[in-house]
């Protein structure tokens, strides 16, 4: 009567784990499916904001380009010592444009503000990576480590790739021009 | 050279045994502060007695703490909504790294004071609330903070909150035991007296008395020992999300170089920041005796973890 009981306790608990476990391997598959799917969401998202903002800051660029160039010109003239009020004032009524439509010139910010939008999206994108090769990992690591795989085999879950990567390639090899310390010019 | 993962599996572990002694210590100090005050009334307590009330009594006002944690938390610190505009860092920093964690996205608060800090509260991952002073937001680059956020944002995802609600409740629970035990002995009634040749009874009072006396004592010292384990676990954790050590190691260090403690903690908020508001620092025996009372691990100790793992 005991040993029954005790029977009986020992399968309700080990029917329990086999069901949680069994939970842990489907849920993590809807979570990866879910992860690429952010992947993909991040790629559109930044494939539809940064020409955008390429165009947006460029025009705004031009802009201002064209005005420092025609101050240089005028600059350079008044060293040779000849007359460039025409230059200064092309430029001025130029200058008046831009200082009415925005109070300053603004070319710095416009180009932080793009800088800190490209490394936020790529964040953005990375991390969404991230996600997908973090849950893949938990998944095929539970899927090979005692005793989680009994339950792994007993329904045959496979192994997920995630983040398919060569597993061998130049990738994993340092060439001699790697080696160097990169030098930026700008 | 420890790898990230069997940090975090040690971390566990570590952090298992101490929450499970906690428990263990608790239910003995219990046990034997019930029995003495059983026996000082002269009848067996029914299960249900003095524990039971002291159960509900500190069940009732941590559960109302804990429910409310996020909102009595930022009344008491002052805090206000980040404005997504004015502190686009933070917003875009706190989006990507849920992203990245698989968490939603936790409401973010600022506060108004120049001593760099940051804490996170809230039930759960879908109430979390991420709060950091303006000084933080303003000393900090972008790697710096995602390492400071990151580590937040590990308190939500590994439920410490809560933990540390039941934790306190049961602390509650003792402490209120072990008052109501010194009250009873010195205005209660004396029934037990007649008892008094009653050698068991004797013995069950004097460790009921011992529990009672120390027993609160202990009980926070746990609680604190897993508090500190906590940080670990968040900082590991961090380093899991950003994978970029060295973004929390400048950051840790930049918040610890500030002397300047923060106006708007107090005794009752400070274990939920990164590091330690307060920034009172002794050493010697002293500094030993007085760290085992820290609610954060020594800087110097947290970073040198970190830079083991980068």
């Known amino acids: 009567m005991n040993l029954t009981i005790i029977l009986l306790i020992v399968l309700v608990v080990f029917v329990g784990w086999v069901i949680s476990v069994y939970n842990f391997f489907v849920s993590s598959k809807a979570r990866i499916k879910a992860s690429i799917q952010e992947i993909g969401n991040q790629l559109k998202r930044q494939a539809d904001l940064i020409p955008n903002l390429e165009s947006s800051v460029k025009g705004y660029l031009t802009h201002e380009k064209g005005i420092l160039e025609m101050l240089a010109e005028a600059r350079k003239l008044i060293s040779k010592g000849q007359d460039a009020s025409k230059q200064i004032s092309d430029a001025l009524s130029g200058l008046k444009i831009v200082v009415e439509s925005n109070p300053e010139l603004k070319a710095n910010t416009v180009v932080e503000n793009l800088m800190g939008e490209l490394r936020d999206t790529s964040d953005k994108v990375m991390y969404s990576r991230r996600l997908m090769i973090d849950l893949t990992a938990d998944y095929n690591v539970k899927r090979v480590s005692v005793p989680s795989n009994i339950v792994a085999n007993m329904f045959k879950f496979d192994e997920l790739k995630g983040l398919e990567t060569a597993e061998s390639g130049e990738h994993l090899v340092v060439s001699p021009s790697e080696m160097r310390s990169p030098k930026v010019n700008l | ?310």
Not at chain 2, 7 to 16: D, F, L
Not at chain 2, 43 to 58: K, P, R, W
Not at chain 2, 101 to 111: D, E, N, S, T
Not at chain 2, 235 to 251: E, F, K, N, Y
């Open chain 2, 1 to 310: 050279m420890q790898n990230i993962y069997e940090v975090q599996q040690s971390n566990k572990i570590k952090s298992g045994v101490i929450t499970t002694l906690f428990f263990l210590f608790s239910v003995i100090a219990i046990y034997f502060i019930s029995q003495a005050f059983g026996y000082y009334n002269g009848y067996e307590v029914g299960g249900f007695g003095y524990v039971g009330v002291a159960l509900i009594v500190s069940g009732i006002s941590t559960f109302v703490s804990y429910y409310y944690s996020d909102k009595i938390v930022l009344k008491i610190s002052g805090a206000r909504v980040a404005n997504t505009k004015e502190h686009k860092l933070f917003a875009s920093v706190a989006e990507n790294l849920c992203i990245g964690a698989g968490l939603p996205k936790p409401k973010l608060y600022v506060i108004e004071d120049s001593a760099p800090n940051a804490f996170a509260t809230g039930r759960d991952p879908d109430h979390a609330v991420i709060c950091a002073t303006t000084g933080l937001l303003d000393k900090l680059t972008r790697t710096e903070l995602e390492g400071v956020i990151a580590h937040e944002l590990t308190h939500v995802k590994n439920y410490d909150i809560r933990l540390m609600s039941i934790v306190s409740v049961m602390v509650g629970l003792i402490a209120l035991l072990g008052d109501w035990f010194f009250r009873a002995r010195l205005f209660g009634g004396g029934r037990s007296r007649s008892r008094d040749d009653n050698q068991l009874g004797a013995i069950i009072m004097v460790i009921g008395i011992i529990f009672a006396i120390l027993s609160p004592i202990i009980a926070t010292l746990i609680q604190l020992a897993i508090s500190r384990r906590r940080e670990f676990m968040a900082d590991a954790g961090s380093v899991q999300i950003t994978r970029q050590p060295q973004g929390l190691i400048t950051a840790l260090e930049k918040i610890s170089a500030d002397h300047e403690p923060l106006e708007a903690a107090n005794k009752a908020t400070a274990h939920l920041y990164i590091a330690n508001p307060f920034k009172d620092k002794s050493d010697g025996a002293v500094g030993w005796f007085a760290s085992l009372f820290n609610t954060h691990p020594p800087m110097v100790e947290r970073i040198s973890i970190l830079q083991k793992m980068s």
